[in-house]
């Protein structure tokens, strides 16, 4: 069976599309999002959290502090309940600045038992020693100092947006 396509691009701006199939809907009914929060991996120090979930189509602009980027790992942990039984839950995040889809990760959790509530942790891990780069990737479409990093992230840019 394919898969649905739940992006599409309008405009150039990434927007959901409801699933289509009787099970997706009473998969999506029976999901919720209890909680979710970003920590920095290595000290355990919080720096967003957010309990309030409502309509999961809706779209969302979640603001993290910029000062997250100083971390060498950001673990993301989140708990949800779920009425129906997956196979194989997965999470397909895209990261967009300024209208642009900068980055794609995919994570999978695996089979999700029915009636059930579960806690999952993602760890993201910048690729160097210090966590630079991990600035360098995000701030790529910012203005840029000799080395290649961004200056700043500009006026009217409280954080970084992560989800849409």
């Known amino acids: 069976m394919p898969e ?6 309008d405009d150039g701006v990434p927007t959901t599309i409801a699933p289509q199939s009787h099970r997706a809907h009473a998969i999506l009914a029976g999901f919720k999002i209890n909680w979710m929060s970003m920590c920095d991996a290595e000290t355990g120090s919080k720096y967003w959290q957010e309990e309030e979930w409502g309509d ?3 779209e969302r602009e979640i603001h993290i502090p910029a000062s997250i980027l100083r971390c060498r790992a950001v673990a993301r942990e989140f708990q949800f309940s ?3 039984s997956m196979d194989d839950l997965r999470i397909e995040q895209r990261i967009f600045f300024q209208e642009n889809c900068m980055e794609e ?3 999978h ?3 999700v038992i029915p009636n059930s509530t579960n806690t999952w942790q993602q760890t ?3 690729p160097g020693s210090q966590g630079r780069e991990l600035i ?3 701030g790529s479409r910012l203005p840029r100092r000799r080395d ?3 200056t700043s992230a500009g006026p009217g840019v409280p954080g970084l947006p992560l989800f849409r």
């Open 148 to 150: 290649g990093c961004p």
């Open 56 to 58: 999961l189509m809706a």
């Open 105 to 107: 990760w995919r994570f």
């Open 82 to 84: 779920s009425v129906e």
């Open 136 to 138: 360098c990737a995000i």
């Open 4 to 9: 649905e396509d739940e992006w599409v691009l």
């Open 109 to 111: 959790f695996g089979f």
């Open 124 to 126: 993201i891990e910048a």
